[in-house]
């Protein structure tokens, strides 16, 4: 039994991760389109 | 403040689901009682696999639901977040049917002492499930114009779906030894493993909402980098 808890335990842990990560990826996408935002509003003032 | 209410659901939904994650464990190996193997009667530990394996196949089967849904509702109306969302859910159908077909094979050894049978309908239909999800992946990297590409896309997603009622009902229709689904039936899960089974079932398809939010947003945010990109 120790070894499917352990499976299981292994699938979620890289499937947690994998949420992480694209967590990480949203906020340096919303990051890069913020400075481009920034960069439009000086240029137009 | 809508950046704050986002990240507040952000939170919320990623506490929900590594909580819940850790009760599901909690569920399925300490609050259920292990099966009883029919072949000799010793619990039966292997079973526990059940949990997820049936978790998996349902969240497969909703994934490709979706691409179904979201493929006509895109030749309807030609929206992009249509297309995404049938892209986005193919993806990680796909995720989900690989792990079905990972799960299973282990399950089955322990109960027919063999990985895989292709005697076996449910296990060639759910096989084959796989292949049309990653043929449809390929049209949709294939070269050609982007609009053409996804109506053909679209149309590949909805035949596709057709193959999902032919896997969950392939064990009722032919004589197989893959067990069906007896839920409610007399002789089927006793209450405790069936809390730990839904329990599963909900975080698996919470799981799928957070992922196909996720990435839904990551699309939706390159596309718009695209264009800003281009307007500098």
Redesign the interface.
């Known amino acids: ?1 120790r070894t ?2 352990v499976a ?2 292994i ?2 842990a890289v ?2 991760a994998y ?1 992480v990560a ?2 990480m ?2 906020s340096k ?2 990051r ?2 913020q400075n ?2 920034d ?2 509003s000086r240029k137009e003032n | 403040m809508i950046d704050l209410k986002r990240k507040t659901l ?1 939170y919320l939904l ?1 506490g929900l ?2 909580f819940g ?1 850790l009760l599901s ?1 909690f569920l ?2 300490e609050y259920a009682p ?1 099966a009883v193997n029919p072949t000799n009667n010793q619990p039966w ?2 079973q ?2 059940f949990y ?1 394996h049936v978790a998996s196949a349902w969240t497969g089967f909703l994934a490709f639901f979706i691409v179904a849904v979201a493929s006509v509702i895109f030749l309807r109306k030609e929206s992009r977040v249509a297309d995404l969302v049938a892209q986005v859910s193919a993806e990680i159908g796909i995720m989900f049917t690989t ?1 079905t077909l990972i799960t299973g094979p282990l399950w089955a050894k322990s109960f027919w002492g063999k990985y895989w049978d292709w005697s076996e309908p449910r296990l060639v239909t759910a096989l084959i499930l796989w292949f049309l999800y990653i043929g449809y992946l390929i049209l949709r990297q294939s070269v050609g114009e982007d609009f053409r590409r996804a109506r053909f896309a679209a149309v590949f997603g909805i035949i596709a779906f057709l193959d999902v009622p032919i896997v969950f009902l392939s064990v009722r229709w032919y004589r197989a030894s893959h067990p069906p689904l007896l839920i409610f039936e007399p002789g089927g899960l006793d209450p405790s493993m069936k809390l730990a089974f839904f329990f599963t079932l909900f975080i698996f398809t919470l ?1 799928y909402v ?2 196909l939010r ?2 839904l ?2 699309r939706l ?2 596309d ?2 695209n264009r ?2 281009e ?2």
């Open positions: 039994m499917v808890l299981y335990a699938v979620w499937i947690f949420l694209q967590y990826r949203i996408l919303e890069e389109i481009i935002r960069v439009l | 952000d990623y689901l590594f994650m464990l399925i190996f292990p530990y292997e526990k696999i997820f792990l799981l957070v992922l996720n990435g947003r990551i945010l390159k718009e980098l800003m990109k307007v500098i």
